[in-house]
């Protein structure tokens, strides 16, 4: 990635503003924090098959930790807490990395968990095995290509093709080859690709006082701030996890309106 724009992808999450309204229910839509709870419920049942499966303690890395969120809900369950070894995030935002830490130190919880201010392609940087890699609630969609031109995209007329993202490919590459023997990948909440969710993605941005510059022909929407959310179909994600067979690749529905998706990947 280059240094340009790895300093634009920071500051985009680094905005003081721009955190606190991906942040702060009053600008987030029903969907959005149902798909919250939806894709918990699905980590939990996850976490405890990956355990009794090992017999002990499981190791888990959390690439896009945010503010914690997971690491919050799962330490205030002791059952599902003692099923955890280590707990590991990574951030590129420094903002979030800060928020992280300070969550388990509120919680005295540093003995388990440790975060990184490290951005998702340099994941091989951490030299670790993990039992479980995890991304919740639509991180996974925000990998978009290094040259998306979001000052123009509006006024172009060739759309991006997304047959491959380079990123996307990079960053779980990484994460399969971390993984432990009978490890996994669990990727959730993913939006999924259709008209009824791409107008609620835009509604959710426009809410957030930000100026879409995407349309019905794009399989993601973006904004004029540089955000990014892709939208998947099973057939893309099998594309894309094309080194995995697909016996191993299994789809979860969060919701009863095709708006979300959870996927996990076996090792």
């Known amino acids: 990635m280059s240094r340009f724009l790895n300093k634009v992808i920071m500051e985009m999450y680094d905005n003081k503003n721009t955190a606190q309204k991906s942040f702060d229910e009053n600008y987030l839509s029903e969907e959005l924090l149902q798909a919250q ?3 918990f419920i699905e980590l939990k049942k996850v976490i405890a098959e990956i355990y009794l499966k090992k017999g002990s303690p499981i190791t888990i890395l959390d690439i896009g930790i945010g503010n914690a969120r997971i690491v919050k809900h799962l330490s205030a369950i002791p059952e599902m807490w003692n099923m955890v070894k280590f707990y590991d995030g990574t951030d590129n935002a420094e903002t979030c990395v800060n928020l992280s830490r300070n969550t388990a130190n509120e919680l005295n919880i540093e003995d388990k968990v440790t975060v990184y201010f490290l951005d998702a392609v340099e994941l091989n940087q951490l030299q670790k095995q993990y039992d479980l890699i995890i991304t919740t609630w639509f991180t996974a969609g925000n990998f978009y290509p290094e040259n998306f031109p979001f000052e123009n995209y509006n006024l172009l007329s060739e759309k991006i093709d997304l047959s491959k993202n380079e990123k996307f490919d990079t960053i779980f590459t990484f994460a399969y080859k971390m993984l432990n023997a009978n490890g996994e990948i669990l990727i959730g909440a ?78």
């Open 37 to 39: 709870w939806a894709e």
């Open 190 to 267: 993913c939006y999924i690709d259709n008209e009824n969710t791409r107008k609620k993605q835009e509604l959710s941005y426009q809410k957030m006082g930000m100026t879409v510059i995407t349309d019905a022909k794009d399989s993601f929407t973006a904004t004029k701030e540089r955000f990014w959310s892709q939208r998947f179909t099973k057939e893309k994600i099998y594309h894309y996890f094309k080194f995995v067979k697909r016996e191993k690749i299994s789809f979860t529905q969060l919701d009863p309106y095709d708006y979300a998706m959870q996927i996990r990947i076996k090792k």
